[in-house]
């Protein structure tokens, strides 16, 4: 399977990133991309930096014109289409929500971001209600796909279970960077570990990994930081979390890259996690902590 990667720069006005996304799918779709990957929010600029009402102007409903516009770009150049939108459910109710288009521009499925992070320049959770669709897999016509959401890419638990229901690839749009009062030391730490913690779901379930961030600095609207410089550094793993591409930290990228999903097969003959796995003595994870 050959998959594109759009890794770019978001203004203030939708129009203008949709006419460049559009421009960017027109370009991988033509070097042969079968699978195009689009980072998180990439409608706007990444709005949660502050707490706003006048920011839930810009969820859309599911389906509506923006779910329209993105099908008839996978139609088109006949690609299934990983989107992210920020989903108007209902007056006050909103999720933050990645919606997959098959080759003929219908909705093959959504997932609903499951993990919300609160902190300081990522105030999702005044925006977002947590994800009730569970980590279900999307069937579309070129596979299984384990679609994700940024913040729950640190958690394994999201991408095994992606694993047992069959997912043959798991999938991660994201927006996520460095506050840029942090040293460069402290900054590369963090990058990296990004990095290190979703090569390990390769690792762990014997699937390829796909992560697609967005890049550049966006400013807090407040001024109470000095914004977010996004890191970029999208990549694909391999089933062994060998890194098969990596995007700069500071440049916007579209890359195709093959992946080849016969040899997760292989991977996991020889290292069977999934035989070996002791499911009953993991009632534990569903607690929230354990005490001795």
């Known amino acids: 399977m050959k ?15 949709r006419e460049k996304l559009a421009r960017n799918i027109q370009d991988v779709a033509g070097k042969g991309a079968q699978l195009v990957v689009l980072q998180e929010l990439h409608d706007s600029l990444y709005f949660c930096q502050v707490e706003s009402v006048d920011n839930f102007d810009l969820a859309v409903p599911i389906p509506g014109p923006s ?11 006949h690609i299934v289409l990983v989107t992210s939108l920020f989903e108007r459910r209902a007056a006050g109710l909103y999720h933050n ?7 003929d521009g219908s909705i093959a499925g959504k997932y609903r971001k499951m993990h919300i992070p ?20 999307i ?4 596979g299984r796909l384990g679609v994700q959401v940024c913040w729950d890419q640190w958690y394994p ?9 069959g997912a043959e690839l798991l999938i991660y749009p994201t927006a996520i960077g460095y506050e840029s009062s942090d040293t460069p030391e402290e900054q590369e730490r963090q990058r990296e570990a990004w990095t290190t ?15 697609v961030n967005r890049v550049g600095h966006e400013p807090d609207p407040s001024g109470q930081t000095r914004g977010i410089e996004f890191w970029g550094s999208s990549f694909v793993a391999g089933p062994q979390g060998e890194l098969l591409y990596r995007a700069p930290k500071d440049e916007e990228a579209n890359a195709v890259i093959d992946i080849d999903l016969q040899r997760s097969e292989q991977v996991r003959r020889w290292w069977p996690f999934l035989r070996d796995r002791r499911i009953e003595e993991f009632s534990g994870l569903r607690q929230r902590y354990i005490k001795e």
């Open 97 to 103: 929500t990645a919606v997959v288009f098959d080759t």
């Open 3 to 17: 998959v594109g990667l759009i890794q770019q720069r978001c203004v203030a006005d939708v129009d203008t990133n």
């Open 139 to 142: 069937d579309t016509s070129l």
């Open 197 to 211: 913690v979703q090569r390990g779901h390769a690792v762990a379930n014997g699937l390829p990994v796909i992560t």
């Open 118 to 137: 609160d902190d300081p320049a990522y105030y999702e959770k005044f925006y977002f209600a947590p994800g009730d669709l569970g980590f279900r897999p």
């Open 67 to 77: 779910t329209d516009f993105y099908g008839r770009l996978a139609r088109q150049h």
């Open 157 to 165: 638990e999201g991408a095994r279970l992606m694993a047992l229901a």
